[in-house]
């Protein structure tokens, strides 16, 4: 079955704790992408990848971190979270640019 | 980056009924897409209209583009209490960068 699996589904963490949230989909999409949705805001694109090793800033990178070594993963990290990353965290695959067709289950963050 | 921008916010009808959502952008397109989101959970592409299109159908959904007005337009019929949910329109500006509104929040009464 074609998906884009999310880990975990939800973080409690504390300020300043480094951590991962995890993206793997198993479509061989070329194109990764990473959203924050909070109320009232909508989804806001955090980074973008275009390929393996091939990465780049969507809206609201600061304090965020990815990695493409591998097509299937695009992992988001957070060096020194902060209360203001709280949020539920998205992550998309497609086949092409602009198509976002396939997202993940979310990952609720919460940092105290 | 391009901000769409949904409207209403929040639209609450009875079974049976049409709903229709509208959606308005700030800049050029290449496409715009439409989305649902069942409460906060994963969000399901519904419909991609090219900037080219005037009119797409799928199944009850119907999407108009009007790129003079930058504005879109989804309607769903004969709506169902499963179509209860949020809906995103979303703008593709011949790139990566794409950027989704806050939302309509439907909710389709039985």
């Known amino acids: 079955e074609a998906q884009v699996t999310q880990n975990p589904r939800y973080l409690i963490t504390v300020t300043g704790k480094k951590l991962t949230v995890t993206c793997s989909q198993n479509m061989n999409h070329e194109y990764m992408s990473w959203y924050r949705q909070d109320p009232g805001l909508g989804l806001r694109q955090i980074y973008y990848?275009?390929?393996?090793?091939?990465?780049d800033k969507g809206d609201v990178p600061e304090g965020y971190k990815v990695s493409r070594k591998e097509k299937r993963n695009f992992p988001l990290i957070l060096e020194s979270p902060s209360p203001n990353q709280t949020s539920l965290y998205f992550c998309?695959?497609?086949?092409?640019?602009?198509?976002?067709?396939?997202f993940g289950q979310g990952t609720r963050l919460t940092v105290v | 980056s391009q901000q769409g921008e949904e409207d209403p916010q929040a639209l609450s009808i009875q079974e049976g009924e049409n709903a229709t959502m509208n959606c308005s952008y700030k800049t050029s397109i290449n496409n715009l897409q439409w989305y649902r989101q069942n409460s906060g959970r994963g969000l399901v592409h519904l419909i991609l209209i090219r900037s080219n299109e005037r009119e797409k159908h799928s199944g009850r959904l119907r999407v108009t583009l009007d790129t003079s007005k930058k504005s879109s337009s989804l309607l769903i019929t004969a709506s169902r209490a499963a179509d209860t949910a949020s809906y995103f329109c979303?703008?593709?500006?011949?790139?990566?960068?794409?950027?989704f509104g806050p939302g309509t929040r439907l909710s389709v009464l039985p």
């Open positions: 990848s275009m390929n393996v090793e091939v990465t």
């Open positions: 979303a703008g593709d500006n011949y790139g990566q960068n794409f950027v």
């Open positions: 998309a695959s497609s086949l092409s640019p602009g198509v976002w067709a396939f």
